[in-house]
């Protein structure tokens, strides 16, 4: 009987390993504008490049757009596409501008 358990575990095991998160297939992403990088690097400045192109980060509470709370949409800074709107922005006490919830189709 214990090798049945074991042999039953083993299979349980087995199999529930094979999920989509191990999935090492990546989906290519296409975008509405494409630049190359010597591109973006003229028209973004040095920390938008860093922030928008590199996966960087400003440190907390140093952006304007933290305490910003006028009416309006939030575009990116890069390609103007509209990602937020200023009804959906909320104070999260971490120094960022938050949001809870994104114009459909626009935040990747």
């Not at 095991?13 to 010597?38: H, P, R, V």
């Not at 009416?71 to 971490?94: H, I, M, Q, R």
Request: hydrophobic share 35%.
């Amino acid at each position: 009987i214990m090798q049945k358990i074991a042999l039953l575990a083993f299979a349980l095991i087995l199999f529930n390993c094979n999920g989509n998160a191990q999935d090492s297939k990546k989906e290519e992403k296409t975008f509405k504008i494409t630049k190359t990088e010597a591109e973006w690097k003229q028209i973004l400045s040095n920390k938008q490049y860093y922030v928008l192109r590199e996966a960087g980060t400003e440190r907390p509470f140093s952006s304007a757009l933290n305490k910003e709370y006028g009416s309006g949409t939030y575009v990116c800074a890069a390609c103007k596409t509209p990602l937020f709107k200023s009804e959906n922005k909320f104070d999260s006490g971490t120094g960022w501008p938050s949001f809870d919830q994104e114009i459909k189709g626009n935040v990747s």
